[in-house]
T-cell receptor
């Protein structure tokens, strides 16, 4: 079955710097890749997603890139702010049926 | 606002007890999911349902069962709870395949 690996498990950055989180997936048929942000004690919330027919997608300070050949995708956060501190999860969809999640990255933005 | 509601929010119970976690949604979505979250393991799929007559096992279904009572309701049961089922449980919904999933606030379950 599908397997999603996420790195790093923890990431500390200075406020204003960029943060990059990377995920790899195993099933070449996966075609939908969402990213979720989970603040402490809260529910996971979608922040951005990308489909396999697109190589990059941006939404203000957040961007996601997809490399189908290498089977990896990355989340880029620019100009980080303290409110970006949270756990971030990547996921991959198996043929539109279900999501497989990565283990998560704890992002700490130091002010 | 349309939402996904889970009850209870917290539950402490003893080994061997039967427990039901409930999920209801006002989003009008057909697809519903149950996940378990453990530290360092992300979100793992327990069961999912694409409509009232459709139930599918996820990657960690052993020890769990589900019931889809209506389009808006999807409940998760632990027939005989054991301590290693202590976790945070999330329900989610989606409009269809390759569509965003919307999560409830979660149920924190502790089994002593």
């Amino acid at each position: 079955g599908e397997n999603v690996e996420q790195h790093p498990s923890t990431l500390s950055v200075q406020e204003g710097d960029s943060a990059v989180i990377k995920c790899t997936y195993s099933d070449s048929a996966s075609n939908y890749f969402p990213w979720y942000k989970q603040e402490l004690g809260k529910r996971p919330q979608l922040i951005i997603d990308i489909r396999s027919n697109v190589g990059e997608k941006k939404d203000q300070r957040i961007a996601v890139t997809l490399n189908k050949t290498a089977k990896h995708f990355s989340l880029h956060i620019t100009e980080t702010q303290p409110e970006d501190s949270a756990v971030y999860f990547c996921a991959a969809s198996i043929r539109g049926n279900k999501l497989v999640f990565g283990a998560g990255t704890i992002l700490r933005v130091k002010s | 606002d349309a939402d996904v509601t889970q009850t209870p929010r917290n539950r402490i119970t003893k080994t061997g007890k039967r427990i039901m976690l409930e999920c209801s949604q006002t989003k009008g979505h057909d697809r519903m999911y149950w996940y378990r979250q453990d530290p360092g393991l992300g979100l793992r799929l327990i069961y999912y349902s694409f409509d009232v007559k459709d139930i599918n096992k996820g990657e960690i279904s052993d020890g769990y069962s589900v019931s889809r009572q209506a389009q808006a309701k999807f409940s998760l049961s632990l027939e005989s709870a054991i301590p290693n089922q202590t976790a945070l449980y999330f329900c989610a919904t989606s409009r269809g395949g390759n569509q965003p999933q919307h999560f409830g606030d979660g149920t924190r379950l502790s089994i002593l």
